[in-house]
């Protein structure tokens, strides 16, 4: 018979912390026994560690537990108000281990047999949308805030100032009208409810796909004073599901590279402000996830039925990723050179198209060094190999497989593995094993925009990904009929 349990962990006192607590961030976990097979999934309110620091983790709670190693998910919920990177290494990690060992051991001892119901919701555009937009004579954009709604709710903007374009205004006549941003989203929110013989919930799973940023909206109006860590509406909805439901709620987060939520923008100048929108949002998802499961929750089927494992994919990094950590100094004068013709060409009256691939140019190479020192930590072993091994982590429970993949990938991974894998449920996660910046398409880096220079990715990169874990999924699947 199949047995769980849920836990959560404070991660205060694991790092130095920069600016106060708002509210506490945690690790969230859940326990899984079932089918011979033993499961660890922890979601962490971090923004994002390195790959080798969260494998080594994983590695550390296996040792610890007799978990298997590829059996244990390292989830982070890229929540923007919290520690990442740099911050997330050496003995924050190991302290991070021994604390995580310690609640598993006991979710181990007290893990008991359980029900599963389970509602799949399909929320449309209420409470996301695509941020990216191909812009009519300019090119590919992306807005983080300051987005505006139409009486519908539909998202638009007229802005340029809000499309990363480093102050540049181009003259443009489509920006005399609405330009919406209307590109697909991930729709599809699941809530799983346990519970135990008695009857009692236990825990909660939720899973819906967006940028935790809400609590840092201050930031994009230029104000750098009010900073506090705050685990952002992911946090909210979950503690809200604590509250209706009882248990612990644990947060899955979708793919999400190019989604954010429909948030507030206008008076987001402090903490407080910022803070009360992600509440907002995280209780009116919540809301919503309750309702629906109130009116076509189901029993989880085969719950006894369980595989998990764990895919590496060695792929390609783009050719102007510096081949060594001496190439450092050079970015700078790369940075300063890209920056140049890119003002220069503005004060020439150069076509906008022209410009705007000019800020991009200058964005890449400003962003390389913060890339491999503060967000994925290459190591000159990878730089020099221009590759990035990646892993994914599947786990095929009941009905459904859930897939980790790497990095912030599009809202295009997950509409892909939900038409490949057509004969389970597939749920795609995000950010699973460690931060792999963005996995750009190749419709990415044409356009340009955010994607297109925050990513390592070569421009077949996503193909290769897409081509191995294709091969390696379906043998998966197939051992398990």
């Given at each position: 018979m199949a047995k769980c349990r849920f836990g959560k962990i404070s991660?205060?006192?694991?790092?130095?912390?920069?600016?106060?607590?708002?509210?506490?961030?945690?690790?969230?976990?859940f326990y899984l026994e079932a089918g011979g097979n033993q499961i660890?999934?922890?979601?962490?309110?971090?923004?994002?560690?390195?790959?080798?620091?969260?494998?080594?983790?994983?590695?550390g709670v296996s040792l610890a537990t007799g978990i298997p190693a590829d059996h244990i998910w390292y989830h982070e919920l890229q929540v923007h108000a919290a520690p990442y990177g740099p911050q997330l290494t050496g003995e924050v990690i190991d302290r991070l281990t021994d604390r995580t060992v310690s609640a598993v051991r006991s979710l181990m001892e007290e893990a008991e047999p359980f029900t599963c119901e389970v509602v799949e919701a399909d929320l449309g555009t209420e409470y996301t949308m695509n941020r990216e937009q191909y812009v009519a004579g300019l090119g590919g954009v992306t807005i983080w805030s300051g987005m505006d709604f139409d009486e519908e709710g539909r998202p638009y903007s007229q802005k340029p100032e809000v499309m990363l374009l480093r102050d540049y205004h181009p003259n443009l006549p489509v920006f005399d009208k609405p330009i919406?941003?209307?590109?697909?989203?991930?729709?599809?929110?699941?809530?799983?409810?346990?519970?135990n013989e008695a009857g009692e919930v236990i825990g909660s799973i939720s899973r819906f796909a967006a940028h935790p940023d809400v609590a840092v909206l201050f930031e994009r109006r230029g104000i750098n004073d009010q900073y506090r860590y705050n685990f952002d509406w992911p946090g909210y909805l979950s503690?809200?599901?604590?509250?209706?439901?009882g248990g612990i709620s644990l947060y899955l987060n979708g793919p999400c590279g190019d989604l954010s939520t429909k948030k507030g923008f206008d008076g987001m100048d402090t903490y407080e402000d910022c803070s009360g929108e992600a509440r907002r949002i995280g209780e009116t998802i919540a809301a919503r996830l309750e309702d629906c499961f109130e009116r076509h929750h189901r029993p989880l089927a085969h719950p006894d039925r369980c595989r998990a494992a764990l895919f590496a994919i060695d792929?390609?990094?783009r050719d102007s990723i510096p081949y060594s950590k001496a190439e450092y100094p050079h970015l700078d004068q790369r940075t300063q050179e890209s920056e140049e013709r890119f003002q220069r060409a503005i004060e020439e009256g150069r076509p906008a198209y022209e410009v705007k691939q000019l800020?991009?140019?200058?964005?890449?190479?400003?962003?390389?060094?913060?890339?491999?020192?503060?967000?994925?930590?290459?190591t000159e072993e990878q730089l020099r190999a221009h590759v990035a091994r990646v892993t994914v982590s599947v786990l095929q429970w009941g009905?459904?497989?859930?897939?980790?993949?790497?990095?912030e990938s599009l809202v295009d991974?997950?509409?892909?593995?939900?038409?490949?894998?057509?004969?389970?449920?597939?749920?795609?996660?995000?950010?699973?094993?460690?931060?792999?910046?963005?996995?750009?398409?190749?419709?990415?880096?044409?356009l340009g925009g955010y994607t297109y220079w925050a990513s390592w990715a070569r421009r077949d990169t996503n193909a290769l990904l897409k081509a191995s874990l294709m091969e390696q999924m379906e043998a998966f699947l197939r051992e398990g009929e």
């Amino acid at each position: 018979m199949a047995k769980c349990r849920f836990g959560k962990i404070s991660v205060q006192g694991l790092f130095e912390p920069v600016y106060p607590f708002g509210t506490d961030l945690y690790g969230r976990l859940f326990y899984l026994e079932a089918g011979g097979n033993q499961i660890l999934i922890a979601a962490f309110d971090f923004l994002g560690s390195f790959p080798q620091e969260a494998n080594r983790w994983r590695q550390g709670v296996s040792l610890a537990t007799g978990i298997p190693a590829d059996h244990i998910w390292y989830h982070e919920l890229q929540v923007h108000a919290a520690p990442y990177g740099p911050q997330l290494t050496g003995e924050v990690i190991d302290r991070l281990t021994d604390r995580t060992v310690s609640a598993v051991r006991s979710l181990m001892e007290e893990a008991e047999p359980f029900t599963c119901e389970v509602v799949e919701a399909d929320l449309g555009t209420e409470y996301t949308m695509n941020r990216e937009q191909y812009v009519a004579g300019l090119g590919g954009v992306t807005i983080w805030s300051g987005m505006d709604f139409d009486e519908e709710g539909r998202p638009y903007s007229q802005k340029p100032e809000v499309m990363l374009l480093r102050d540049y205004h181009p003259n443009l006549p489509v920006f005399d009208k609405p330009i919406y941003f209307d590109n697909p989203n991930d729709p599809k929110a699941y809530l799983f409810v346990f519970k135990n013989e008695a009857g009692e919930v236990i825990g909660s799973i939720s899973r819906f796909a967006a940028h935790p940023d809400v609590a840092v909206l201050f930031e994009r109006r230029g104000i750098n004073d009010q900073y506090r860590y705050n685990f952002d509406w992911p946090g909210y909805l979950s503690e809200k599901l604590e509250r209706d439901l009882g248990g612990i709620s644990l947060y899955l987060n979708g793919p999400c590279g190019d989604l954010s939520t429909k948030k507030g923008f206008d008076g987001m100048d402090t903490y407080e402000d910022c803070s009360g929108e992600a509440r907002r949002i995280g209780e009116t998802i919540a809301a919503r996830l309750e309702d629906c499961f109130e009116r076509h929750h189901r029993p989880l089927a085969h719950p006894d039925r369980c595989r998990a494992a764990l895919f590496a994919i060695d792929l390609p990094m783009r050719d102007s990723i510096p081949y060594s950590k001496a190439e450092y100094p050079h970015l700078d004068q790369r940075t300063q050179e890209s920056e140049e013709r890119f003002q220069r060409a503005i004060e020439e009256g150069r076509p906008a198209y022209e410009v705007k691939q000019l800020a991009d140019e200058r964005w890449r190479n400003g962003f390389d060094y913060n890339f491999i020192e503060e967000k994925c930590g290459f190591t000159e072993e990878q730089l020099r190999a221009h590759v990035a091994r990646v892993t994914v982590s599947v786990l095929q429970w009941g009905e459904y497989l859930f897939v980790g993949v790497p990095g912030e990938s599009l809202v295009d991974m997950s509409l892909w593995l939900r038409s490949q894998f057509t004969g389970v449920k597939t749920i795609p996660v995000d950010q699973v094993n460690g931060y792999y910046g963005y996995m750009a398409t190749a419709r990415s880096l044409t356009l340009g925009g955010y994607t297109y220079w925050a990513s390592w990715a070569r421009r077949d990169t996503n193909a290769l990904l897409k081509a191995s874990l294709m091969e390696q999924m379906e043998a998966f699947l197939r051992e398990g009929e």
